[in-house]
């Protein structure tokens, strides 16, 4: 390294150092941060005491009411109110349970802990039964839990405690925690709607006595398993995942694919727990004040797909005047039935919960958003099978990009007929001579008024739009349980052939829409191959073209019929098109086509992009004959 470079480095070396020191703490600060960490220790140390203390109580009572002709009835009193303190009157009882059903979310809410036990959409059902309603989760797979401190110092979970339906109709039920006071109390209130929210309320009652004065925030832990609903796993696993919304609307994710964990610090307003086709999410009228959040997926042996839990805090006023409030969706991931809860809401208060369903990346999910989802919409409306819907959507679609895909053909077609004349360039252009060649083949694209690149753009223009139906199909919820000739379900694979061993990218199965559609992308490969002319230099280039169908094949094997139909349908359709095309545009007429645009434009000035292509070519042969020339004399 020259003397400039150390001299650099020392200098960044001097700038980093003397930063450093000028933002050191100083001792009073290193001494207020000691003080903080260890105040707060010390608050931790104490909690985890209270907590052995009230686990070690509550076993010794919890032994007492088990084994009560050991113990006078007094002694189990004691120890119940040693253990409870102010809610030993809630710590026995049996478990019973109280159903809420609104014809579209069925909930079965126990008195042991006031918690929702089971959910169960009765309107969707399990892939493969065709009685019993989907669950969401079942007894003992979900469990929200509230942490209490007492003013005895003791650490509760509402889980432990019983609680006393006091008011119950169809939609509506109050479960009270009561204690030893009969003034004092905890609601835990839920209230259907007439769709998929559930209304969820804490209502503390003179608890001022009861619980310690410093609560203003209760600890709250969230954990639910997720039951296999579709038949194929591996989708569902790709879209089951943990999400949340964080005050402001910025929604993040953990991994869909390995054990994740995060920590976050802000205000949290919703938590949701979904998997391909539902959700269950835990919304807060105010926010959520940070929160861990874990998920784990679960061998397939298990019947689950993924494990996820939350540990938070919500505001929490102990004297009643002011309650806490949540809400619970629990229902499908329908783009339009998220997006109805938003609507009339002013912006800074919308939920954005079509965020579950997952559309694709921004410009993908633009299209699906304008065109692909009204589209969809429009043609269930009318009462079609959904096999009509989705040719029609093809059908349109192809309308759309239809010029887009002539511009490109066109394009190959001049291309194929100035081949010829491209040949006769590379021939008296030899390979040492690059550049007079690429200025030759430049001029005769001018003067023939063909673009290379025009067969290329058009199908900029179509990307986004096939990769719009391929989000989409796989996620939409419409597709679920619809058949269509031989499959029984659009949403999943069409299994037609099984064994029963695993075979690498194939797996267990072969679907048969994926196996016709690959066939049809042969033939669609084969008419194409034929109708362009290829370099025999090149031929790899042509076995990697037959190849690729043959990828899609172990690709889509496992992705929604519907979407291997829409391929299967798109790609006939394609052939079609092609064959007009060749039809229309023969090699001849192509050929009269670039004879008549070179005699117009013979004479005419070359454009502004040609004079700066011709420019920078000879500046590019100007510097390599002097390079020639300094080599020579070296």
């Not at 099978?385 to 309308?399: A, N, P, S």
């Not at 690149?453 to 096939?466: I, N, R």
């Amino acid at each position: 390294m020259d003397k400039n470079t150390w001299i650099g480095f020392l200098l960044i070396a001097g700038i980093i150092v003397g930063f450093s020191m000028l933002n050191r703490p100083s001792k009073a600060e290193l001494a207020e941060r000691q003080r903080q960490q260890d105040s707060i220790q010390a608050v931790r140390m104490e909690e985890r005491k209270a907590q052995m203390k009230t686990a070690e109580l509550t076993q010794q009572a919890q032994q007492a009411v088990a084994e009560p002709e050991e113990l006078t009835e007094t002694e189990v009193t004691n120890r119940l109110q040693e253990a409870y303190g102010p809610f030993a009157v809630a710590a026995q009882g049996e478990e019973e349970h109280v159903v809420l059903d609104n014809g579209k979310v069925r909930l079965t809410i126990s008195t042991l802990g006031g918690e929702i036990k089971r959910a169960e959409l009765p309107e969707y059902k399990a892939s493969g039964d065709s009685i019993n309603p989907l669950r969401l989760f079942g007894e003992g797979e979900s469990k929200l839990d509230f942490t209490l401190r007492t003013v005895n110092d003791r650490i509760l979970q509402t889980s432990n405690l019983y609680f006393t339906p006091v008011a119950q109709d169809s939609n509506r039920v109050v479960m009270r925690l009561k204690t030893n006071n009969e003034e004092a109390w905890l609601d835990f209130i839920y209230e259907l709607s007439d769709n998929y929210m559930v209304y969820f309320t804490l209502a503390p009652h003179q608890l001022q006595t009861e619980l310690a004065q410093n609560v203003r925030l209760l600890d709250v832990e969230w954990s639910q398993v997720i039951p296999q609903h579709e038949q194929g796993r591996k989708f569902e696993e790709r879209y089951a995942q943990l999400q949340y919304m964080l005050v402001g609307g910025d929604i993040e994710k953990l991994s869909e694919s390995k054990e994740d964990h995060e920590k976050e610090n802000a205000n949290i307003k919703w938590i949701g727990y979904k998997d391909q086709f539902f959700s269950t999410v835990f919304i807060a009228d105010e926010s959520f004040n940070s929160a861990n959040f874990y998920s784990r997926p679960l061998p397939s042996s298990s019947g689950f797909i993924k494990q996820y839990s939350t540990s938070t805090q919500v505001p929490f006023d102990i004297t009643g005047t002011n309650t806490t409030g949540f809400r619970f969706y629990m229902g499908p991931n329908h783009y339009n039935t998220l997006k109805s809860y938003d609507e009339g809401v002013e912006k800074a208060e919308q939920l954005h919960l079509k965020s579950l369903v997952p559309l694709g990346w921004k410009i993908v999910s633009w299209i699906n958003i304008i065109l692909v989802i009204p589209m969809f919409d429009l043609f269930t409306s009318w009462g079609m099978h959904i096999g009509w819907v989705i040719l029609l959507m093809t059908l349109v679609i192809k309308l759309i990009i239809l010029p887009f895909v002539f511009v490109s053909y066109k394009s190959s077609a001049k291309m194929r007929a100035l081949k010829p004349q491209i040949d006769a360039i590379n021939e008296k252009y030899p390979a040492e001579k690059m550049q007079e060649r690429q200025q030759a083949t430049m001029q005769l694209y001018q003067q023939a008024g063909v673009s290379p690149m025009s067969g290329c753009l058009p199908m900029l223009f179509q990307f986004p739009v096939l990769m719009a139906m391929f989000w989409f199909l796989p996620t939409a919820i419409e597709l679920r349980g619809k058949s269509l000739f031989w499959a029984d379900d659009l949403s999943t694979y069409d299994a037609v052939f099984h064994w029963g061993t695993n075979i690498p990218l194939l797996g267990d199965h072969l679907s048969l829409f994926c196996l016709l559609m690959t066939i049809a992308n042969f033939g669609y490969t084969f008419i194409t191959m034929q109708s362009q002319a290829t370099d025999p230099n090149m031929k790899f280039m042509k076995y990697m073209m037959y190849a690729m169908p043959l990828m899609f094949l172990f690709i889509f094997n496992d992705y929604a019929a519907g979407l291997s139909f829409y391929y299967l349908v798109s790609l006939f359709i394609t052939i079609i098109q092609t064959m007009i095309f060749r039809w229309a545009l023969d090699d001849k007429k192509m050929l009269a086509e670039i004879e008549a645009n070179k005699k117009k434009r013979a004479g005419k000035p070359k454009s502004g992009f040609m004079q700066r292509l011709e420019k920078m070519q000879q500046e590019q042969q100007r510097m390599a004959r002097e390079n020639a020339k300094k080599n020579i004399r070296r």
